[in-house]
């Protein structure tokens, strides 16, 4: 009975090791980690994700590291310019562990480390730029950190994803003599502005003066032209009508004759009393006289031509200033 007992016992011991040495030995690895595997303290491999062996009582789980990509904070700290202006200025930095083993074994602290040579290096870059290029240039500042710290970072067996400055911060009384300038600034670029558009302005007023001059002295020009045309074609109406009456009086139509001297009789008449000079006008008291006007021409035609035009003359009369009441001043409207 007590042999049993003690048999008993032992397999039960037996298999307690048994299943402790199971749940040494088996381990599981997450997604995103690495595992170092130290066999009798010292570094013999790496497991990654997943399911991973180790002889137990042997090797160990010695570094547990995350191999995503991690950031860091890079806290702000004041550094100088080469022109001796004082800033604040803070990053971030994105880096990621390539190889797990160096990550453990190469640096104590690799956040310490990277964080410590981040600010260091941020220094050493504002230090070698003007004021006016650290702030201008940030793109050149991450790109020159991101070289420095990845080359001092790589033995470690890390990447340098991005280095970012958040934010750089002049003094109080240097950012308000910084706006002062940009307000000057944009102020003389605005007067500048200006006087480019009155510029335009006036040029384009003066090219439609220049085109609006062109365009009437093509107008007066077509204009005279027409004149022209119209006065030769009133002279050549004119000679027609003259030629035709000289016709007209050759053949002995005195009506002809007498037609035209009283259109030139009345047409002279017309223009003495609308003379815009002229405020009293002389004109016959009756308007038979016109006609005993008309009858001395035609009288005087008759002695001319002969009896041929005695029909013509029936409206006998005598001009104006032989037996007419003499005329009397009439004031024009």
Request: glycine share 8%.
């Amino acid at each position: 009975m007590t042999i049993s007992i003690g048999v008993s016992a032992v397999a039960v011991a037996f298999a307690l090791l048994v299943i402790i040495t199971l749940a040494i030995g088996i381990r599981t690895i997450p997604q995103g980690y690495v595992h170092t595997v130290e066999r009798f303290g010292r570094y013999s491999r790496s497991l990654h994700s997943g399911l991973g062996l180790i002889i137990p009582y042997v090797e160990r789980i010695g570094r547990r590291v995350n191999v995503m990509e991690q950031v860091v904070e890079v806290p702000s700290q004041e550094a100088f310019t080469r022109d001796n202006a004082a800033v604040r200025i803070d990053a971030v930095v994105f880096y990621q562990v390539l190889d797990a083993a160096r990550a453990s074994y190469e640096i104590s602290n690799l956040q310490v480390a990277l964080l410590t040579l981040t600010m260091t290096n941020i220094r050493t870059v504002v230090g070698s730029m003007d004021l006016d290029q650290l702030l201008s240039h940030r793109d050149e500042i991450n790109d020159r950190l991101l070289k420095v710290l990845d080359a001092a970072a790589s033995p470690w067996g890390v990447k340098m994803n991005r280095v970012e400055i958040k934010d750089i911060l002049p003094p109080a009384d240097l950012a308000g003599s910084m706006a002062r300038q940009m307000k000057a600034e944009r102020e003389k670029r605005a007067s500048v502005l200006e006087a480019e558009g009155q510029r335009q302005a006036e040029i384009l007023r003066a090219e439609g003066r220049k085109q609006s001059a062109i365009l009437e002295a093509e107008g007066r020009r077509e204009a005279a032209f027409r004149d022209a045309e119209a006065r030769e074609r009133s002279a050549e109406a004119e000679a027609k009508a003259t030629g035709m009456v000289s016709e007209a009086i050759a053949k002995g139509d005195i009506a002809a004759a007498n037609f035209l001297v009283a259109e030139k009789y009345v047409d002279a008449v017309k223009a003495i009393a609308t003379a815009p000079n002229q405020r009293v006008v002389v004109v016959p008291i009756e308007a038979a006289a016109l006609a005993g006007t008309l009858g001395g021409i035609a009288e005087i035609t008759r002695s001319v031509f002969g009896d041929g035009g005695s029909q013509g003359g029936r409206a006998a009369g005598l001009p104006p200033r032989v037996g007419n009441p003499a005329p009397k001043p009439v004031t024009a409207p």
